[in-house]
């Protein structure tokens, strides 16, 4: 137990002073209590052991309040208990990763299984986000997914139990809706960023294709660069795969599988995007050099707003001062009936 206002204890001492005024009191004449004399021959035989029983009692209504104001003290220097400790996090940086979900993402050409099978790049780049998301607990962490057209699957938020949920449930996208519009996902990514609180914002840009929207209007991906560099955002571009990657779908109509030939990422685009904006391109070729330029990045954009710790306090201010409360009307109680004093 320890006291948040430790000051008040220096009550307890006094708290002997109401029964010590009560017992000089006491010394200087016989009171008289409640109309009857206490002195030891007073009155009749009756009135003798009424009075001498009071007179043994005359010493509560002192302790009462002596007891009152220690309970008082006790209550003003706020006793408490550790009740627990809790985890605040700190608001760092806020980062939005685009992730390309285009068809060509379903390439197998990231080696698992210590190389004994390949996976897809989408199956890969979400392990690796995954790991990404755990590393930054202090952090604000958002996901647009994109291909023709982006979408804001998570807003940058500090608890990441949503994000966590969502990356494994990730898919390529519709036939009706493939495509790769690196503009519009970097335009989405800077607006889900945009009214966030810390003033470190990054966007990690991740895609594996050229730059190929299908739809009208589409935001050039160096003009939307442009528009993060203004706003203060960094961009760091990751380029998925090699080029010459394999795509396994399956025919509509039978069913059979389909081998088909993926052009590379667009590399001299990702790195002025993130030139312009003020960030680093990378190259990824398996799920190793996956994991290592998360791990770059992690070294770059590090919190600058550790996690506090909060120790939670159970207050008995409460019990003491109703205590002392209980106290006082116990000797007011006395003192106006059966311990009355009468001048």
Known sequence: MQFAHPGWLWLLVLSPLPLLLERARGRLGWPILGGFAVRPHAGGRGAGRVGSARLGLRFIPGSLRGLAIGAMGLALARPQTVGGVERIAGQGVAIVVALDQSSSMKTEDFPADRDTRRIGRLEAAKATLLRFVEGRPDDMVG???????????????LDHRFLVETIPTISVARPGDDGTNIGDAIAWSLDALRIT????????LMTDGNNQPAGRRPLDPERAADLARQLGVTIHTIAIGR?????????????????????????RLLETVAEVAGGRSFIAADADALDRVFGEINRLEKSLV????????????ATWAAA???????ERLLASTWLRRTP
């Open 306 to 317: 550790k996690s506090r710790i909060l120790t939670r306090y159970d207050e008995h201010f």
């Open 243 to 267: 080029p010459g990657g394999v795509v396994r779908d399956a025919d509509a109509e039978t069913g059979q599988p389909i081998l088909a030939e993926v052009e590379g990422p667009n590399l």
């Open 324 to 330: 002392a409360a209980a106290f006082l009307s116990l």
């Open 197 to 204: 609180p810390p003033r470190r914002k990054v966007l990690v």
């Open 143 to 157: 996901l647009v997914l994109f291909a023709n057209y982006p979408d804001l699957a998570c807003p940058p938020e």
